[in-house]
T-cell receptor
Framework: EAQVTQNPRYLITVTGKKLTVTCSQN?????MSWYRQDPGLGLRQIYY???????DKGDVPEGYKVSRKEKRNFPLILESPSPNQTSLYFC???????????????FGPGTRLTVL | LAKTTQPISMDSYEGQEVNITCSHN???????ITWYQQFPSQGPRFIIQ???TKVTNEVASLFIPADRKSSTLSLPRVSLSDTAVYYC?????????????FGQGTILTVHP
């Protein structure tokens, strides 16, 4: 089954304790992206990756890191989480090819993070 | 990136047609328009995408006027299960696809 998976789905942690949220897709997509969703603010892009070893900032990259060493994986790293990073996080992927037909994004189920 | 403006919320009744309009006055020549649907605590799901005129698929239609400064998502004969948030997204197509900005979305509530 074609899908985007995220782990963990729920996480409660404390300020300053480094954490990683994993994202994996099995559709051989070139493009991957991370979003956070907060009440009243909609979806905001954190980082995106056009391909392996190519990453770039979205609208809200502060406090986050990403890496794209393999095509299928795009982990989100919080080196020193703070309470303002409490949010619902979504990973997404798409073909990212030359035709707009390939730009449908497939989203993961979400990771609900609470930083105390 | 073109900024999008949508109504914050809309109400409808089962069986009615719903039209949600998105304004994107500074859309660029290479930009495409995509709509997503999101249910609570789930990731958004692609509905439809277009560049100009009209696009139709099995769930919705997308109307884009000649000036492309707005677009309208049309949901025929909605049901209770269509209650969701709908996002209009304007983005560059092709190899420039990268940074994406979702708007606030429109909360559609379908009543019995």
């Amino acid at each position: 089954e074609a899908q985007v998976t995220q782990n963990p789905r729920y996480l409660i942690t404390v300020t300053g304790k480094k954490l990683t949220v994993t994202c994996s897709q099995n559709m051989n997509h070139e493009y991957m992206s991370w979003y956070r969703q907060d009440p009243g603010l909609g979806l905001r892009q954190i980082y995106y990756s056009m391909n392996v070893e190519v990453t770039d900032k979205g609208d809200v990259p502060e406090g986050y890191k990403v890496s794209r060493k393999e095509k299928r994986n795009f982990p989100l790293i919080l080196e020193s989480p703070s309470p303002n990073q409490t949010s619902l996080y979504f990973c997404a992927s798409s073909h990212g090819g030359a035709s707009y037909l390939y730009n449908e994004q497939f989203f993961g189920p979400g990771t609900r993070l609470t930083v105390l | 990136l073109a900024k999008t403006t949508q109504p914050i919320s809309m109400d409808s009744y089962e069986g009615q047609e719903v039209n949600i309009t998105c304004s994107h006055n500074n859309i660029a020549t290479n930009d495409y328009i995509t709509w997503y649907q999101q249910f609570p605590s789930q990731g958004p799901r692609f509905i439809i995408q277009g560049y100009k005129t009209k696009v139709t698929n099995e769930v919705a239609s997308l109307f884009i006027p000649a000036d492309r400064k707005s677009s309208t998502l049309s949901l025929p004969r909605v049901s209770l299960s269509d209650t969701a948030v709908y996002y209009c997204l304007v983005h560059t197509g092709g190899t420039s696809y990268g940074k994406l900005t979702f708007g606030q979305g429109t909360i559609l509530t379908v009543h019995p």
